[in-house]
Every structure is written in structure tokens, then in C-alpha cells.
């Protein structure tokens, strides 16, 4: 997610936009921009990669004296990570930033390019900028060229315009995208989240969606569409960690809720009406491949496991999976027809890394599904593709999980795509189901409120049996991670059709069976496996869009007719459930003892 910064005032402003941007990194980025205006002097630098190069670029630059100032963090959906699609985007004489989508971008650049504009970005922000002159131009008047401006935007944005044409004041527009406005006596912050004016400002207020208007001598004007209104400001949190944590518990916490808005973030450019796309890929890229080496650790490891099924199923592609510390001493045969894919959130891990060399070294075509842009995975692979969940700053890994599943999914369809081994329909189907995965991933109150009551019936115990078939039995491993991660107790995931090959020996009442038990794959069979585990008195919780009347504790699901939309639902369900029994413990849930949130050593 991007992120915006604003001030106005008399005080140094490339200090204070920088701080502002530092304070969102959490929120994840591939570029960042300010633009200043004092009088008739403007300043605007832009940089790729990491905030530390925007801040070598304007080492020697200071402002001096009141001013109006904006700043960007770009998290890039629109158009590569490059200087020209970074923010601050220019007119002639004005500089706008913005966050969310302008839905009506294409139309309105037509319209603009056909009265002579032209356009420097690949991006939908740049038609705000050009949009607001075409009117200014005419009018001479800034606040109503701003107003014509946003009545035409159709989408969600956060924005922030400045121009030569009125340099005392700052215009702004809410609509889907969060942004609020900090006061500090006459001086006014703009900000997307409160971290970055924490310490700065003193009173807040949250612009609500359809809110729009402009700051000049400190006083706020705001209007929506009924025109005018006041605003009642309230007093601004100091702690800025608990900011970060948007009022959740913890970050792992809000990383679960995050999972149902990052979605759609992962899909965007790549899941269109009949097809799917990845600008990142050549369109030759898997000319000459006929199969497909998934390696990866932990969590990523899971995540490659449940693609495999989905990759010789819908791509009719042969796919194995490597655990990375294990493949990098396995001496393993490698041929070049095959794609060696590696997954990692991080782009650090060492295993994983130096399996990568291995595999380039061995002259294989290499592909990486990563969270990091610029990481050395990243750098080191022959092509990328971003999860764009954001910052994921819980050790145990969720959203990077959940968004790895589905660029894994939507990488099935493409060489489905590429390969012609995927009919129209089906392909239709899935798209049909990917788009409605965020509403899969939503929490519901009553969802988390059940989790947090049952979970005081599973704090002891001599251990946790997940089990699940075909993509559940990886979804049963992940869950099983994650308990132990968080909670130190013990679990394991296990294939349900392997329990009575040793493990039911296990089987009493001290023995805590979570069963994925979805309608849409192999119901009946996962029935009998969990019956014979109820038989021996082994405590059942039961996962399921069908009610099960052997459990001792039920979730239900919903229903839905695609394999893929009860995966993403009840692997929520098991983040939620090792949440809430390690904060039973009394455990650091974001930060678990013995665990790093990267592991960049051997
Ligand atoms: C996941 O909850 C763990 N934190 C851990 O297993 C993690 O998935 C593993 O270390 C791999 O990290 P990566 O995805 O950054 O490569």
C-alpha cells in the first residue's frame, strides 16, 4: 500500500516529509517522492528502491521559510517501480500524489492526451495533475478547478495537489483510501495513517469517504458533496507503535485482517475479465519448459506444496517440491527444461538463496514470488513477481502466505495460458473464483469471537494433530506451523489418510485432531478418517462447511462450490485459532521466542 504525507507551515519540510515516509515503510514500497513550494521556488526529487536513496538525493537541499509541501511512498500497480511513475507526479506548475485507483484513468488520459497533454508515467495518478490545470487554465481560480477535478475521478483516492497557482494552500480529496489531517496550532499535517505526524501534530481528524477541501492560513476548509461542513478534531495517540498496529492487538493480528484488502492488491494488472496477466514475464518466458521445481522454507515451503497439486491439475505441468536446506545437499538432477520457481517472503533466506545459485549454476531459468522488491532473491532471479502484501512485520507469516497462494494460483492459470493445456471454461471458472477470494478472507466478529472462546480448551494437551487431503494436507502443515511458532506447543500436519498408518496410536482424549474437512475435495473420505480418530475418544475440532456431529468443537464455513475459496477460508480460521491460544499463554505473539522474521543464516 502506498503512502502520503502533506505539511504547510513555516518549519523545515524535507525533514519532516522524510520522517513522515520513514514512519509508513511498514506499509511497503518501491519508490517515494516530495515536492515543495516556497514563493516561487519548487522542489521535487524522486527515487526508486529504498527511502535512503531519496534522502542521498536531497542531502543538500533545506527548506527555508513557509512553504506547502508533499510526500509519496509508491507501492507500484500501475506501471513499473521507475522514477517517472513515482510520486510526486508535475503538471506545468503543480504536483499531485495519491493513493488507490482511479478506475476512469483511461478515459479521462484520452481525453486530456486529445486537448494536447502529455503524459510522462505509466501511471493513473499523473490525469489528477493534468485534469486540475485543464480546469485552472480556464477558470484562474484554484479551489474550483480542484473541485471539477476530484466530481470527475471515479475509483478510490487519497490525494494531495499543491501549485504554483495558489503556493499558500494545500487542496485535498478523500474517497476509499484512508487519509487524515493533523493540527498543530496554525501549521496542518496531511498523513494516510497517524504514525507519521505522532509527535508532530497534536489534534487529528479522519477525512471520511466523498470529503474534499483545502488548507490556507492554518484554517481547514471542508466540503462534500452537500457542499460546506464543519469537523470536530480529536486529541492525536502519542505511541506510535500501537499506531502502526491500527488499534489491533498485534501486527500479526492486523496482517489476518489485512489478508481480505492485500488480496486485491496481488490480483491487480494480473486478474483481467478471461485471462490472466504478468507484465513481469516475457511472453516466451516458458517456451522450452516442461516442468516446474518449487523450492522454498517453512511457510513458503507450504505454499509451493499446495501449487504442486494445483500445477499438474489445471496446468497439466509436472511440479516438485524442495525443502531449500535440504535440496542444496542433496546433489539433485537437474534439467533446463525445468523452471526452478523460489518462494520466499522475505527475499533473504539463506537456503533458499543459495538453492537459487545452485540452480542457476546449473543452468535452469529461474523465477522468484517474493514480498521484497530489491531483495537479494529478487536480484538474483531471471524474473519476479511481487506478492505486494505489504510489510509483514509478525514472525509468523500470514498475508505473505495467503498472497503467495494466490499468485501461485493465478501462475497455474498462465501456464495453462502459455501451454494450452486449460480449456476457456475452466478457466473462466477460476478466474470466477479469484475474484471473489477477498470476501473469503474476511474475519467476521462472530468467527473471531468463537475462535477466542474455544481456544481456552486447547492450552495443554499432549499435542495437535492437523490433518487434510490434497490441498488441505499442506494447509494442515501450515496451520500446524503456525500453532507452534506462536504457542511453543506441539503439532504436527499430517496427511488425514496416513493417521492409521502409526499416528492413531496416538489417538486419546488428550489428543487435539484439527480436521480440514471441505465439501469439495474428498468429504467423504476425510468423514471416515476423522470418524476412526473420534472412535478412539482422540478431541475433534472440525473445520467444515457441513456440520459434524462427532466434533467436540465445530466451525462452520461457507460453503462454496471451488476448492480454492474454503482453502483461503479455513486456513483464516487457523491463523485466528494459534492467535488466540498464544495470547491464552500469555506468549509475544508478533515476536516468538527462538525465531527470526528472516532466516539469512545456514
Ligand atoms: C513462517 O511463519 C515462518 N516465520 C518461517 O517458516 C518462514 O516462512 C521461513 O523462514 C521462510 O521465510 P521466507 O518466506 O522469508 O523465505
Known amino acids: ?33 516530495i515536492a515543495i513550494i516556497e514563493g516561487d521556488k519548487l522542489n521535487n526529487y524522486k527515487a526508486i528502491g529504498k527511502l535512503e536513496n531519496l534522502r542521498e538525493k536531497t542531502k543538500a537541499y533545506k527548506s527555508e521559510g513557509f512553504g506547502i509541501s508533499i510526500g509519496h511512498t509508491r507501492w507500484a ?9 513515482a510520486h510526486p507526479h508535475l503538471g506545468a506548475y ?20 486529445a486537448e494536447g497533454v502529455s503524459f510522462l508515467s505509466q501511471t493513473d495518478t499523473e490525469t489528477i495533475v493534468h485534469l486540475f490545470e485543464k480546469y485552472y487554465n480556464k477558470s484562474n481560480d484554484a479551489f474550483p478547478a480542484f473541485e471539477e477535478t476530484i466530481r470527475r475521478l471515479e475509483g478510490a483516492y487519497a490525494t494531495l495537489l499543491i501549485t504554483e497557482a495558489a503556493p499558500d494552500t494545500i487542496f485535498f480529496a478523500k474517497n476509499g483510501s484512508p487519509m487524515l489531517i493533523g493540527f498543530d496550532k496554525d501549521e496542518v499535517y496531511f498523513a494516510s495513517s497517524d504514525t507519521p505526524i505522532i509527535g508532530k501534530a497534536t489534534e487529528v481528524y479522519y477525512l471520511e469517504d466523498g470529503e474534499y477541501g483545502y488548507v490556507k492560513e492554518g484554517t481547514v476548509h471542508l466540503f462534500d458533496s452537500n457542499g460546506s461542513k464543519s469537523f470536530t478534531k480529536q486529541a492525536l495517540t502519542a505511541d506510535k507503535v500501537s499506531a502502526q498496529k491500527d488499534g489491533y492487538r498485534f501486527f500479526m493480528e492486523k496482517e489476518i485482517y489485512e489478508q481480505s484488502h492485500v488480496m486485491g492488491d496481488t490480483m491487480i494488472g494480473r486478474v483481467l475479465d478471461n485471462s490472466i496477466n504478468f507484465e513481469e514475464l516475457d511472453e516466451n518466458f516458458f517456451e522450452g519448459i516442461n516442468a516446474i521445481k518449487i523450492c522454498a522454507c517453512g511457510t513458503s515451503y507450504h505454499s509451493a506444496l499446495t501449487s504442486a497439486y494445483l500445477f499438474e491439475r489445471i496446468s497439466k505441468v509436472r511440479c516438485d517440491i524442495e525443502i531449500a536446506s535440504e535440496f ?10 525445468t523452471l ?17 545459485k545452485m540452480a542457476k549454476r546449473a543452468g535452469l531459468k529461474s523465477l522468484s514470488i517474493c514480498n521484497v522488491d530489491n531483495s537479494s532473491i529478487v536480484r538474483e532471479s531471471d524474473a519476479a513477481i511481487l506478492t505486494r502484501a505489504g510489510i509483514e512485520k509478525g514472525v509468523a507469516s500470514t498475508k505473505a502466505f495467503a498472497t503467495q497462494m494466490m499468485v501461485l494460483w493465478m501462475l497455474t492459470l498462465y501456464v495453462g495460458q502459455e501451454k494450452k493445456s486449460i480449456s476457456k471454461e475452466v478457466l473462466h471458472k477460476e478466474i470466477d473464483a479469484m475474484l471473489r477470494t477477498p470476501k473469503a478472507l474476511v474475519v467476521t466478529d462472530e468467527l473471531h469471537a468463537k475462535l477466542q472462546r474455544l481456544s481456552k480448551r486447547y492450552l ?7 490433518i487434510g487431503r490434497d490441498i488441505f494436507f499442506p494447509l494442515a502443515l501450515e496451520g500446524a506451523l503456525k500453532l507452534k511458532e506462536i504457542s511453543y506447543l506441539h503439532a504436527e500436519g499430517y496427511p488425514a489418510g496416513e493417521m492409521k498408518h502409526g499416528p492413531i496410536a496416538l489417538a486419546d482424549s488428550e489428543l487435539f485432531t484439527i480436521a480440514l474437512m471441505p465439501k469439495t475435495m474428498h468429504y467423504d473420505k476425510i468423514k471416515s478418517n476423522v470418524e476412526e480418530l473420534s472412535a478412539r475418544d482422540a478431541t475433534i475440532l472440525a473445520i467444515s462447511p457441513e456440520p459434524f456431529d462427532l466434533a467436540d468443537d465445530f466451525i462452520q464455513t461457507t460453503y462454496d462450490s471451488h476448492p480454492m475459496l474454503e482453502f483461503f477460508e479455513m486456513m483464516v480460521v487457523t491463523q485466528l485459532l494459534a492467535l488466540e491460544i498464544s495470547v491464552r499463554l500469555g506468549n509475544d505473539v508478533d515476536m516468538p521466542r527462538n525465531l527470526a522474521k528472516s532466516v539469512t543464516v545456514e
Open 1 to 33: 500500500m502506498c503512502g502520503i504525507v502533506g505539511y504547510i507551515g513555516p518549519k523545515e519540510k524535507k525533514e519532516i516529509l522524510l520522517e513522515g515516509l520513514q514512519e509508513l515503510e511498514y506499509r511497503g514500497y518501491d519508490s517515494a517522492g
Open 77 to 85: 500497480t500501475h506501471g513499473k517501480p521507475t522514477e517517472l511513475n
Open 94 to 113: 503543480s504536483y499531485v500524489v495519491h493513493n488507490g485507483i482511479i478506475e476512469n484513468y483511461q478515459e479521462l488520459k484520452v481525453e486530456l492526451q
Open 328 to 337: 542444496r545437499y542433496k546433489e539433485p538432477l537437474l534439467t533446463k527444461d
Open 340 to 356: 526452478f520457481i523460489t518462494i520466499s517472503q522475505s527475499g533473504e533466506t539463506a537456503d533458499t538463496l543459495e538453492a537459487l
Open 460 to 466: 495443554h494437551g499432549h499435542g495437535f494433530f492437523f
